[in-house]
């Protein structure tokens, strides 16, 4: 079985400032990570995922994360965050091997405060 | 190049009626999701083709709901009747095959029942 567990039902951050948005995973094998974001009323967008290699991946929209094999972590973070950046995030976590789909987490808000 | 393609965007039903989504995934993508999005809650996996064969239906109640991919290139899903539990929004997705490729999600069919 595979999950994703996101701690934070909504993360508030000031304009300007670093933001991270945690995510833990629980899988039997290597996993694939990926992050998704939501806009008000719109389907879900790619923003970047971890395969293999460098465990710091960058994205789109100045967006990161870090895989922390140890603590089965693969956090998102900025450092610079934009009102723009307010939206809903979700990690998501597929098995190494077979053909499983993505399992998602229950989202995290973003609030970014001018 | 285009993204996946849904229809329709929105719908209002009355419980026990019947209600059909399209969805046109991108092209040369072999493999299409369908999620099922609740308000508040992370996407969850209802059915997983890949061309035209069903990689997993585990999650998709199918005493009312059911889904095809005749050709290996656009899908239906339909549920009927409708419970009042059934309103969330319906996500289409599509990948390349492979663990590592991104899955590309549509805007997403709406459906509320009342």
């Known amino acids: 079985a595979q999950s994703v567990a996101q701690p934070e039902d909504q993360v508030n951050v000031a304009e300007g400032n670093p933001l991270t948005v945690k995510c833990t995973y629980s899988v039997s094998g290597n996993p694939y990570l990926f992050w998704y974001v939501q806009y008000p009323n719109r389907g879900l967008q790619f923003l970047l995922k971890y395969i293999t290699g460098d465990n710091l991946v960058k994205g789109s929209y100045g967006f990161e994360a870090e895989f922390n094999k140890s603590q089965t972590s693969f956090h998102l973070k900025k450092p610079s965050a934009l009102v723009s950046d307010s939206a809903l995030y979700f990690c998501?976590?597929?098995?190494?091997?077979?053909?499983?789909?993505?399992?998602f987490g229950s989202g995290t808000r973003l609030q970014v405060q001018p | 190049e285009a993204g996946v393609a849904q229809s329709p965007r929105y719908k209002i039903i009355e419980k026990r009626q019947s209600v059909a989504f399209w969805c046109n995934p991108i092209?040369?993508?072999?493999?299409l999701y369908w999620y099922q999005q609740i308000l508040g809650q992370g996407p969850k996996l209802l059915i997983q083709f890949q061309n035209n064969g069903v990689v997993d239906d585990s999650q998709l109640p199918k005493d009312r709901f059911s889904a095809e991919r005749l050709k290996g290139v656009d899908s239906t899903l339909k549920i009927q009747p409708a419970k009042l539990e059934d309103s969330a929004v319906y996500l289409c997705a599509s990948s390349l095959e492979g663990g590592e490729s991104a899955i590309y999600f549509g805007e997403g069919s709406w459906l509320t029942v009342v």
């Open positions: 998501a976590v597929r098995l190494y091997t077979g053909r499983r789909a993505l399992t």
């Open positions: 092209s040369g993508h072999a493999t």
